[in-house]
């Protein structure tokens, strides 16, 4: 069963950076998107952006286009955003969640039910 562990979330001040890990353990299929998730308080899910393996094509939100950027090491088996500017409208707990198909994914994937497996979420706050 595939696991996903989320790291690097913490506090930042307003106009800084941070980068997120998603480490990506036991996957054994070729297809897949690996997207990011946010949730905060009295919010609903919201999708962030995600990478598709078959082209490593990625793809963001408009509330973070220009800012987030996600990528993947594939030795080490990481997928990490790097979040720069962040905003006051950015704190929340960050999940990365894995879409497994058998065929390849192709375009953004920002439906959270598609997906198949999800970390446990690391928060990120911004103080001021």
């Known amino acids: 069963q595939v696991q996903l562990v989320e790291s690097g979330g913490g506090s930042v001040q307003a106009g800084g950076s941070l980068r997120l890990s998603c480490d990506v353990r036991e996957l054994t299929r070729d297809w897949y998107a690996i997207g990011w998730f946010r949730e905060a308080p009295g919010k609903e899910r919201e999708w962030v952006s995600n990478i598709n393996s078959d082209d490593g094509s990625t793809y963001y939100a408009d509330s973070v286009k220009g800012r987030f950027t996600i990528s993947k090491d594939n030795a080490k088996n990481v997928v990490y955003l790097q979040m720069n500017s962040l905003k006051p409208g950015d704190p929340a707990v960050y999940y990365c969640?894995?879409?497994?198909?058998?065929?390849?994914?192709?375009?953004?994937?920002?439906?959270?039910?598609?997906?198949?497996?999800w970390g446990q979420g690391t928060r990120v706050t911004v103080s001021s």
């Open positions: 969640a894995i879409d497994i198909e058998l065929l390849p994914r192709i375009g953004a994937t920002d439906l959270w039910n598609e997906y198949d497996y």
